[in-house]
């Protein structure tokens, strides 16, 4: 079950058990252990999730119709299966890219408002002070 996942995470990235091993200094047979079992140990799941940039509760869903319970109201399954899409099939150089432009669309959007927002927690931790 999630050893399968992690398998596929791998594969999906192009590493051979071995490649993956030596990037997280850990032996191979360590890999190849927690892909044969169906319930690995969380140490691994963290660390390739960690590895990988996948949020480890993402890792455990295996429908976004169930992000409903996790997040807010606001963000549907289709949007966040987006977002996963694009943190999950981008390399590292181009997700930090789309995120940049990202913010500075978002942030043209909320200009109008700006002098409103600015002492959320939110606009703090997206744009800084």
Do not use: C
Not at 60 to 88: R, S
């Amino acid at each position: 079950m999630y050893g399968d996942k992690l398998r596929k995470l791998r594969e999906h990235y192009g590493y051979s058990q071995r490649e993956l091993a030596e990037k997280l200094d850990i032996p191979s047979t360590t890999i190849s252990s927690w892909e044969r079992t169906d319930y690995p140990s969380l140490e691994g799941i963290i660390k390739i999730s960690k590895f990988f940039n996948t949020n480890l509760w993402e890792f455990f869903l295996d429908d976004f119709g169930q992000i409903k319970h996790i997040l807010p109201n606001f963000i549907e399954p289709d949007d966040a299966a987006m977002l996963k899409l694009l943190n999950a099939k981008m390399d590292v150089v181009t997700r930090i890219e789309v995120k940049k432009i990202f913010l500075a669309v978002l942030k043209m959007a909320l200009a109008k408002d700006e002098e409103n927002l600015r002492h959320l927690p939110e606009y703090t931790a997206l744009f800084g002070e």
